[in-house]
């Protein structure tokens, strides 16, 4: 009893020796501590926050205004965002799961009351209304939901006893196991593979699960357009970038939300590959739209840049770099553009 | 480099005694800046958190008495402050804003993006993600030691803990380091 007590205090006495070596400043070399180091050594290497920007963060805080930092504004927008969607998507699944029953509605009511006079709910009616109404000869194809759905309708409007009574000795038609729909099923395919590269950071697991959803569902898949930049992403992810420009190259871009970042990467890639005339007509696509001021334009001018200087076009390339200054004078490209043209 | 020596920076008291925000922000912005990149990590936006940060020692600076050093008392909202952040951005990654920073760091090839900038990134994400599975304690002490560079003594002195409980933290989250970093990359291959 008494060893393993000397033992945890041996222990706690050796984890409060002064550690005086840091990691991040060893050499490189082959062992855990040293990869260690090297990993926290490029993570220390932050540019330290530009002036400009204290000085912006100072004015809004002595502006005085009780206004929200522009996070909570961004979670506000994404709440609403997230609450739209929810609406939406609980709208299209009611709707496909009742769209048959809707549109046989018609020919049921008649059955159980005139459809001329509105008929409401009278206030007087204690009783929970009886049982389910079915038409005498439903739809097969409807036969189903319209059992879950028509029914409590007909019976909330208020159907009578006797009508009751002539319909409930009907047999209900055979039940059916109702299906996902197949938007459901791809939806949860591409959610997964989703999760896996966002979530997991496993994008060979992800590509295996769009690579399923392309084998069930073809390239008329619903979601296909989004389960594209979703393989794209992987594909990168996995330095695939041929394959990842392959896609890319069949892809009609545009320079509207998502179009901008898959337009830039798509000529980032081509001019890796060498097809700089064509990297340039997507960089010039994306900088002749009024480009906002963000972090696409910013790669776009400079890979504008560098590929008129690699096609010898010195004066486009020093007129892009010196637009580049002038809009992102703390851009991440700035050194280089500043070297370039020995400012 | 180390907010403690900052500290020698005299704090202007306005005239109710209480010391005075621009003052404060003058001396210490960019001190605090560096702390919340780097515990936030690289998906922060350092703007806002610099903002909500001195929003807060705003609403809080007629309660500060003075018993704890100024970078103490400013450390402690900045940690708080960041963790927040850190919690939104497990949320936030799932949508678009994440989804931009993501694919940009991603799909920037090398010769256009300087190569050492690129593998900077990759390098930064991983070590966050590696320090975001370890407990905050750990994690904000080894931090502070290998990315701000600060002494056992200077730590304790920020964080407010006794200089043994610093270096015990320390020896853990360094274990527990290697240890998921070596699960990090088991997973990777």
């Not at chain 1, 799961?97 to 009351?113: E, F, I």
Request: charged share 25%; net charge positive; proline share 8%.
């Amino acid at each position: 009893m008494k060893e393993p007590m000397a033992r945890g205090r041996q222990t706690d006495a050796d984890e409060r020796t002064p550690i005086r070596d840091r990691w991040s400043a060893r050499p490189s070399g082959d062992g855990d501590e040293a990869l260690a180091g090297a990993l926290l050594r490029s993570a220390a290497a932050v540019p330290p926050f530009p002036a400009k920007n204290l000085a912006e963060v100072a004015a809004r805080l002595r502006s005085r205004e009780r206004h929200l930092p522009r996070t909570w504004a961004w979670q506000i927008a994404v709440a609403f965002g997230l609450l739209l969607f929810g609406g939406a998507l609980y709208a299209a699944v009611l709707h496909i799961l009742r769209g048959p029953s809707l549109r046989a509605l018609p020919a049921v009511v008649p059955v159980s009351m005139p459809a001329s006079a509105p008929v409401r709910r009278p206030h007087s009616v204690v009783a929970p209304p009886p049982a389910p109404v079915l038409s005498p000869e439903p739809e097969p194809s409807s036969i189903v939901r319209a059992e879950e759905t028509r029914a409590p309708r007909l019976a909330f409007r208020g159907a009578t006893q006797e009508s009751v009574a002539t319909k409930v000795s009907l047999e209900p038609p055979p039940a059916l196991p109702p299906s996902p729909s197949a938007l459901a099923q791809e939806s949860r395919l591409l959610a997964g593979a989703l999760h896996k590269l966002r979530q997991e950071r496993d994008p060979g697991q992800a590509l295996a699960m769009l690579d399923e959803h392309r084998a069930r569902f073809g390239a008329n898949g619903a979601l296909e357009p989004e389960a594209n930049v979703t393989r794209i992403e992987a594909l990168l992810r996995l330095g695939r970038h041929d394959q990842a420009l392959g896609l890319l190259d069949g892809l009609a871009l545009t320079t509207a939300g998502v179009g901008r970042e898959m337009l830039v990467a798509r000529a980032e890639l081509r001019a890796e590959k060498g097809r700089r005339a064509a990297a340039l007509n997507d960089f010039n696509l994306l900088l002749s739209a009024d480009a906002p001021p963000d972090v696409v334009s910013e790669r776009a001018l400079y890979g504008r840049a560098t590929c008129r200087a690699q096609m010898g076009d010195g004066a486009g390339a020093r007129a892009d770099l010196e637009q580049y200054l002038a809009r992102f004078p703390t851009g991440r490209f700035a050194a280089q553009a500043r070297a370039a043209i020995g400012k | 480099m180390t907010l403690v020596r900052s500290d020698a920076t005299p704090v202007i008291e306005s005239r109710s005694g209480v010391p005075d925000l621009e003052a404060l922000y003058r001396a210490h912005a960019p001190t605090v800046a560096r702390w919340a990149a780097k515990l936030a990590g690289p998906l922060a936006d350092v703007d806002d958190l610099v903002h909500e940060i001195f929003l807060v020692v705003r609403r809080r600076l007629p309660e500060f008495r003075g018993d704890a050093q100024v970078t103490t008392w400013l450390y402690r909202i900045t940690e708080r402050v960041a963790q927040e952040s850190r919690r939104r951005d497990r949320f936030r990654r799932w949508f678009s804003r994440a989804r931009h920073l993501e694919i940009e760091r991603t799909m920037a090839p090398p010769h256009l993006t300087p190569v050492d900038e690129f593998e900077r990134r990759q390098s930064s994400e991983t070590v966050y993600r590696i320090l975001d599975r370890l407990p905050g304690k750990y994690r904000n002490v080894l931090i502070l030691f290998e990315l701000e560079e600060l002494s056992g003594e200077e730590i304790a002195t920020l964080t407010g803990l006794k200089l043994a409980t610093v270096w015990v933290h320390l020896h853990r989250a360094r274990a527990r380091f290697i240890a998921e970093m070596k699960r990090d990359s088991g997973r990777r291959t």
